[in-house]
């Protein structure tokens, strides 16, 4: 049954990591991934605690973007 098979994929599978479906910074995708955490003690624990990874994420994914404009002279 499908509708089955889509319990236990909701359950027990672990979501493609989101580079395999776009370009995604490594930062942003780790903040992705926890947030989908079966566990609910492995997502983050508090919104604020949220605001600050996607902040520290966008931070990063900007300095390096930053610095590849640099190093091609751009």
Same mark, same amino acid.
């Not at 319990?7 to 942003?28: D, E, F, T, W």
């Not at 931070?59 to 973007?65: H, W």
């Given at each position: 049954?499908?509708?089955?098979?889509? &319990?236990?994929?909701?359950?027990? &599978?672990?979501?493609?990591? *989101?580079? &395999?479906? &776009?370009?995604?910074?490594?930062?942003?995708?780790?903040?992705?991934?926890?947030?989908?955490?079966?566990? *609910?003690?492995?997502?983050?624990?508090?919104?604020?605690?949220?605001?600050?990874?996607?902040?520290?994420?966008?931070?990063?994914?900007?300095?390096?973007?930053?610095?590849?404009?640099?190093?091609?002279?751009?």
């Amino acid at each position: 049954h499908e509708t089955d098979q889509m &319990a236990v994929l909701h359950l027990y &599978a672990r979501p493609p990591r *989101p580079s &395999a479906l &776009a370009p995604v910074p490594q930062k942003l995708a780790e903040v992705v991934l926890r947030c989908l955490e079966k566990s *609910p003690e492995k997502r983050f624990q508090s919104v604020e605690e949220l605001q600050a990874a996607l902040s520290d994420a966008v931070s990063q994914a900007r300095a390096s973007e930053h610095s590849e404009h640099l190093a091609i002279g751009v």
